[in-house]
């Protein structure tokens, strides 16, 4: 899949119907302790996709903390300084302003990489699909899904929804299906996670370096000048 590609929720439907006539073939050829073991492993491997996401989720506050606290240090410095500067040093005055302004320009996008972090990963496409089209026009011979809370908050039929869930967790292969789908899904969300986190902590980090040396080549000017 490229990287580009997002999986709307008719694909996520159709994974769901694939994977589900799999294990379906496949576990009327396995034994009770085995099928048991399979599903014990996806519970296992969805757990450590929740454990990732909560991880990277942990590391966007402290970011956000000192992008905020950084940007308004560096606008400071700037409103303390530039008037000064430009009576004494006109040339220093205007390395500081692009300076100051260069770094606060990489902190906000380190902002907006880090609430992207933390944003939930529901789009309006897919409350869209889920609220307003019937799923026999997503997907016919999918089965909707009862692991995942959007698709459960989208039943309007209780009674409906008590029978999926019982079909769906007194079938082993269906419920593989649809565990094997939020593995694969959640471990979507922590890879993006992961990308945005690292441009979080590479801007920060940039703008930092960025402001230290606007300041010193500012000090320098100043001297020299």
Not at 16 to 43: C, H, M
Not at 45 to 66: C, E, G, M, N, Y
């Amino acid at each position: 899949m490229s990287k580009q590609e997002k999986i709307n929720p008719a694909d996520a439907l159709k994974q769901v119907a694939i994977a589900n006539s799999i294990f379906d073939a496949e576990f009327q050829a396995r034994s009770e302790t085995e099928i048991t073991t399979i599903l014990a492993r996806l519970k296992e491997q969805l757990d450590r996709d929740h454990a990732w996401i909560r991880q990277f989720d942990s590391k966007v506050t402290p970011i956000l903390a000192a992008d905020g606290v950084l940007i308004g240090l560096a606008v400071k410095m700037l409103g303390d300084n530039y008037t000064a500067l430009s009576g004494l040093a006109p040339t220093a005055a205007k390395v500081l302003a692009g300076g100051i302004l260069a770094s606060c320009m990489l902190l906000s996008v380190s902002v907006v990489y880090g609430i992207l972090a933390i944003s939930p990963r529901l789009s309006w496409r897919e409350v869209f699909l889920w609220k307003y089209t019937p799923q026999a026009l997503i997907h016919d011979d999918a089965p909707s899904t009862q692991l995942y809370f959007d698709h459960l908050a989208a039943y309007d039929d209780f009674g409906a929804l008590t029978r999926d869930v019982i079909t769906t967790h007194t079938q082993p292969g269906r419920y593989a299906a649809q565990l094997l789908q939020q593995v694969h899904a959640n471990a979507a969300v922590a890879r993006d996670k992961a990308t945005q986190v690292r441009w979080c902590i590479k801007l920060l980090f940039l703008g930092i370096l960025l402001a230290s040396v606007t300041a010193l080549g500012t000090l320098m000017l100043w001297k020299l000048l």
